[in-house]
Nanobody
Framework: QVQLVESGGGLVQAGGSLRLSCAAS????????MGWFRQPPGKEREFVGG??????YYGDSVKERFTISRDNTKNTMYLQMNSLKPEDTAVYYC??????????????????WGQGTQVTVSS
């Protein structure tokens, strides 16, 4: 059973930075893509960005501010979040897509999920 575990969430002031980590329990090289989603209070889950063998791709709301990277030697994906805004407050989830090629950006295209980590940005 593959497990994904997020860490690095917390409380930060607007304009600050956080780095989230997503550690996988097995090698990820065989997966098509890994991604980050977020779910603000009372809202639907939103695509943040993803990474596959071609590179990274992002949702419009975080472009130029968030950066995704992956360290395959550590089975870990990262989300570097800069210039954080109060509207970035959400539970952040990492996910893996094992069956969808290309650039999956919908939650249903991901079949493995972490438990989520809370990010709160104060104004």
């Amino acid at each position: 059973q593959v497990q994904l575990v997020e860490s690095g969430g917390g409380l930060v002031q607007a304009g600050g930075s956080l780095r989230l980590s997503c550690a996988a329990s097995k090698r990820t090289f065989s997966w098509y893509a890994m991604g980050w989603f977020r779910q603000p209070p009372g809202k639907e889950r939103e695509f943040v960005g993803g990474i596959n063998w071609s590179g990274t791709y992002y949702g419009d709301s975080v472009k130029e501010r968030f950066t995704i990277s992956r360290d395959n030697t550590k089975n870990t994906m990262y989300l570097q979040m800069n210039s954080l805004k109060p509207e970035d407050t959400a539970v952040y989830y990492c996910a893996a897509s094992t069956g969808v090629p290309g650039t999956p950006n919908f939650a249903y295209q991901y079949d493995k999920w972490g438990q989520g980590t809370q990010v709160t940005v104060s104004s």
